[in-house]
């Protein structure tokens, strides 16, 4: 089945207020870029994303967040977006952290009907415990908190039990791609996206190469597709960032170089 559509808005066209996502990518490594973009010039707000991160203020996600577009976000790292921040505490946004691992499995275990597991991480925190701010009030107070989750013992030691995540959509970005949805990632690009793609009820897949069905050997494959529903190419023209350029000035003897970042550059 030839899954390719012919742009990025089409594929993206139905996706509908207050959807859930789940949205491939890590900082901003391997990050569906295209789809946002196409996401972003639709109409569709009241989302509730599931992504290891919300990109930086002025892309990938933070694209939709600062238009408020992003109802609630599930996560294990926020820290790099200042508008995230601002929403999340005056109360405009309703942010679910959770351990990074964690947050891999739920996806992971949506995608194989898996509905809940047990885990160590988060024993003895308040993420067993609950009351972690999910919403903050206009007053700054929490409005929302986490709540306690369920326990048992194993083998003498306490676990905690976590829900898996399903999504109605999954945007994610491949390296290749076949027609019939087979991907191909590129190293650390590779990341959340295979297990988003797997918790979508629908995933839409942008690819940076498209390859004919048969061309991919097997053994190259990281995602099959059967998880896959959309496939359409990447826009070259859009930018890979670097979420934080780390550079070495020139040698000029003998002396070890200090790394420096870009901020401390300017």
């Known amino acids: 089945m030839d899954k390719v559509m012919a742009a990025a808005a089409k594929a993206v066209a139905d996706i509908p ?96 009907g898996i509905p809940a597991f047990f885990t160590p991480a988060g024993v003895g925190t308040q993420v067993e415990e609950g009351g972690l701010p999910w919403r903050h009030g206009a007053d700054g107070g929490v409005a929302l908190a986490s709540p306690p989750k369920e326990t048992r013992q194993f083998g003498g030691r306490r676990y905690l039990l976590e829900e898996a ?5 999954a945007l994610v970005r491949a390296a290749v791609a076949d027609r019939h949805g087979n991907c191909l990632f590129h190293a650390a690009a590779r990341n959340f996206n295979p297990l988003c793609a797997m918790a979508g009820r629908v995933t839409v897949v942008e690819t940076e190469r498209l390859v004919e069905a048969g061309e991919l050997p097997p053994d190259t494959v990281h995602l099959p597709g059967v998880y896959v529903d959309r496939v359409v190419a990447a826009d070259a023209s859009l930018d890979k960032r670097i979420e934080r350029r780390t550079v070495r000035p020139a040698r000029t003897g003998a002396e070890p170089a200090a790394v420096r970042t870009d901020s401390e550059e300017k």
């Open 165 to 169: 995540i399903t999504a109605d959509f």
């Open 17 to 112: 207020d207050g959807a859930t996502l789940a949205v491939g990518g890590f900082g901003l490594c391997g990050i569906p870029s295209t789809l946002i973009a196409a996401l972003a010039e639709t109409g569709a707000s009241g989302l509730r994303v599931v992504s290891n991160n919300c990109g930086v203020d002025d892309w990938g996600l933070g694209l939709l967040l600062r238009s408020g577009r992003i109802a609630r976000m599930t996560s294990s790292y926020v820290g790099e977006n200042k508008e995230f921040a601002r929403q999340y505490l005056a109360g405009e946004l309703e942010v679910e952290l959770t351990p990074q691992g964690t947050l891999a499995e739920r996806l992971r275990a949506g995608g194989t």
